[in-house]
């Protein structure tokens, strides 16, 4: 019997993760039937390609959704919140990259290697959210500590990179860097301040408690996907980094977790790649990480401030494993054990 072929509508197409998700597709050799690309009027018209195929983007509308199964959305909330009911009500099922329905109670927040079952629920709303990025790449680190012992409380600091803003994001860090070192001044449109050679402590905007939103989604995010009352404090900084996020993660565990315990449980989790020979000088960098799909741990010591504490540094390529392929991940699941 011919494999079933699958049509797909990807919602943002142009854009940084919406390019990075059809390559996905086409590297992971997904069941594409037919396979529309959406975008604003601004991009309508233009030709990218799917397997060397030239497709034309067409404007996002409300009848987009016409015979398709599967739309996967990066194209912002706002556009997520607008249309992914007339998606779902064509008969496709979404898969979210925006946080418009990441805490919605009906609506799963997934990471195949976390809470893949959650994928069940997609039912219920006709909706999956996929997390936000710096959220991802932790969970997929913790999720085998957590397994062996309860992870009380996380404390993390993140180093993000300007291509989890988006496009336009990237092209002001390389304009900057240019002028700046042709000693022109710089000019930001996309970050409050200059990015280049600089460090933003600021990711989204700044919430009534001070944090920022993108911190307090670190903290909502993950217990929702470990299903479990974590007790967790973020902060959120942009780097001038192209691609990859850094993270600085110290836990608290329920019983002790020796190093060499931690090491072997990360080194056979699924998504995770051990990245820790520090008398060779190997830990893992931003510009190692970019470009595949792990999520490498390394650093891991000791707490030696607390009982039972641990520390790590968890990096991976935000638009990869921190967007497109958790998306396309989930795609698969759903293929493969839910839609007929
Ligand atoms: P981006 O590079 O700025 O791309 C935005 C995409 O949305 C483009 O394809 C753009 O099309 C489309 N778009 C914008 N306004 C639209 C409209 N009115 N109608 C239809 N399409 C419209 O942004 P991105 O980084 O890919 O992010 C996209 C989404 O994914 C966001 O919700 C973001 O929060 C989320 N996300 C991003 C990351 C990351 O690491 N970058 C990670 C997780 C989640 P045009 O070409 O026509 O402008």
């Not at 039937?33 to 390609?49: D, T, V």
Request: glycine share 8%; charged share 25%; hydrophobic share 40%.
């Amino acid at each position: 019997m011919a494999k079933k072929l699958w049509n797909i509508a990807m919602v943002g197409a142009t854009g940084a993760v919406g390019t990075q998700m059809i390559e996905c597709l086409e590297e992971r050799e997904f069941p594409v039937g037919k396979i529309k690309y959406l975008a604003s009027s601004r991009s309508a018209g233009e030709i990218l390609e799917f397997h060397g195929k030239p497709i034309m983007v067409e404007e996002l509308t409300h009848d987009s959704f016409d015979g398709i199964d599967i739309a996967l959305f990066s194209a912002g909330g706002e556009r997520s919140r607008e249309f992914c009911p007339s998606a779902v009500k064509a008969g496709a099922v979404c898969i979210d990259n925006s946080s418009a329905w990441r805490m919605d109670a009906d609506v799963p927040l997934v990471v195949p290697e976390v809470n893949a079952h959650a994928i069940a629920d997609y039912t219920k709303k006709g909706i999956i959210a996929n997390p936000n990025c710096s959220t991802i790449q932790m969970v997929v680190a913790l999720k085998p500590l957590h397994d062996y012992t309860q992870i009380e409380r996380i404390v993390v600091s993140t180093y993000q990179a300007v291509s989890g803003t988006g496009r336009k994001a990237i092209d002001e860090l390389r304009v900057q860097v240019g002028e700046l070192l042709n000693g022109r001044p710089a000019n930001n449109e996309v970050y409050p301040y200059q990015i280049a050679f600089n460090c933003l402590p600021q990711i989204d905007s700044f919430c009534e408690n001070g944090y920022t939103k993108e911190e307090m989604k670190m903290v909502n995010e993950t217990r929702k996907i470990m299903e479990a009352d974590i007790r967790v404090t973020a902060t959120t900084v942009r780097v001038p980094v192209f691609y990859g996020h850094s993270e600085s993660i110290n836990i608290e565990t329920e019983k002790e977790i020796t190093v060499e315990k931690a090491m072997e449980l990360i080194a056979a989790a699924p998504g995770c790649e051990l990245v820790d020979e520090v008398g060779e000088g190997i830990y893992p960098m931003p510009i190692d990480a970019a470009g595949q799909d792990l999520v490498q741990v390394g650093r891991i010591r000791k707490d030696e401030s607390i009982a039972n504490g641990l520390n790590l540094w968890v990096v991976a390529d935000n638009i990869r494993k921190g967007a497109a392929t958790n998306a396309v991940q989930i795609a698969e699941i759903l293929i493969r054990d839910y839609l007929k």
